[in-house]
């Protein structure tokens, strides 16, 4: 059994994710920036999921994750596209939609996190902006129900 995957070690992987679908490859330095942290800790951090069996890695080369890190990295990606959507269609500023899709994904279950993306599916594959929608953010905004005439039915 794998040990226990932390928030830090979902946020490696998903940062050597995303390096690797933008140049191909991800290097220590890259990573360093990405998660501003010191590259020595980058470096002890690449070797623990190395020898964990989510990345391949050799001293000065490039880093790759396995088919195992690439499950799990892409897992943490697409729960962290899901929160930052579903954030930004109820409103939140992108920046802190942003930070707050990184503090939540990592204490997602699956169920929530299915249905979740489903919502956010729903919500934008609709044609347009469904009515309730607008009525939201219009609540959102002036803490006020929008009036509805009811329509008569003949």
Partial sequence: MDKIITKS???YLKVIYILTKEKGFAKTSDIS???NVQPPSV????QKLNKMGFVSYE???VITLTKKGEKLAKNV??????LFNFLKIIGVEEKIAENDA???EHDLTPATTKHLTKFVKFVQSSPRNPKWLDHFRYYSKTGKHIECKE???K
């Fill in 77 to 82: 990606y697409k729960r962290n596209e899901t």
């Fill in 151 to 153: 329509e008569v039915l």
């Fill in 33 to 35: 920036s990405a998660l």
């Fill in 102 to 104: 990184c503090k939540i």
């Fill in 9 to 11: 070690i979902e946020d």
């Fill in 43 to 46: 470096t002890e951090m690449i």
């Fill in 59 to 61: 001293k000065y080369k």
